[in-house]
């Protein structure tokens, strides 16, 4: 689960170099920023502005929900009750002679 607090952390003491978008697994988004400077400018600013839903957007790519409760390794398990069709009792008697 990645955290908002760091991709902000990152975003500002290392936005230059795309630190926040290689933190979210956007590897070549990040090193189009860290190549053009990020977007001259612009990208940086942008980012401010959708840094928090692209980590919700990763967190929930990732199997993690939005509660932080649960793990991303849970299993959840479902029962399914299945029975055989019942057949009428002269069925039974004529398959018995």
Same mark, same amino acid.
């Given at each position: $689960?990645?955290?908002? /607090? &760091?991709? %902000?952390? *990152?975003?500002?003491? @290392? ?7 290689? %933190? @979210?697994?956007?590897? /070549? ?6 190549? &053009?400077? =990020? @977007? ?7 980012? &401010?502005?959708?840094?928090?839903? $692209?980590?919700?957007?990763?967190? *929930?790519?990732? /199997? #993690?929900?939005? !509660?932080?409760?649960? !793990?991303?390794? =849970?299993? =959840?398990?479902?029962? #399914?009750? #299945? &029975?055989?069709? =019942?057949? !009428?009792?002269?069925?039974? %008697?004529?398959?018995?002679?």
């Amino acid at each position: $689960m990645k955290s908002k /607090g &760091t991709a %902000y952390l *990152l975003w500002f003491f @290392l936005g230059a170099f795309s630190a926040h978008r290689f %933190y @979210l697994g956007k590897i /070549g988004s990040g090193i189009v920023y860290l190549l &053009t400077f =990020q @977007l001259f400018g612009i990208g940086w600013i942008i980012d &401010t502005f959708i840094l928090g839903e $692209m980590v919700d957007k990763h967190n *929930l790519m990732h /199997g #993690v929900l939005a !509660s932080g409760n649960n !793990s991303a390794n =849970q299993n =959840q398990h479902v029962v #399914v009750n #299945v &029975t055989a069709p =019942q057949t !009428s009792n002269s069925e039974t %008697y004529n398959e018995a002679s």
